[in-house]
């Protein structure tokens, strides 16, 4: 009965571990797509409305900072998908 009980209890470890590995990944792609919504903005308000740069490059540090410690979201690389309209 006990090996049965320390199974049981290994397998909620690493359920748990797996669990809270998935949760820390949704909130860091949450983040980065918070950062690039932002950027759009930013890019948008410097195209159309005369606003500084400066906010798309402290947005664009701030998403190569994310990436540095994240890593590339899924769904992030190239292959993935046609791209930017206009340049496939």
């Not at 820390?24 to 797509?33: L, P, T, V, Y």
């Not at 930013?42 to 900072?65: I, K």
């Not at 046609?82 to 496939?88: D, K, W, Y």
């Amino acid at each position: 009965m006990s090996g049965f009980l320390d199974k049981a209890k290994e397998k909620a470890k690493e359920t748990m571990a797996t669990g809270k590995q998935k949760a820390d990944e949704f909130q860091a792609n949450r983040a980065q797509g918070d950062l690039y919504k932002q950027l759009g903005a930013a890019y948008y308000a410097e195209q159309r409305q005369g606003a500084s740069h400066d906010e798309v490059s402290r947005l664009l540090a701030a998403l190569d900072a994310h990436e540095r410690e994240h890593g590339p979201s899924t769904g992030d690389s190239p292959s993935d998908g046609p791209g930017p309209v206009g340049l496939a």
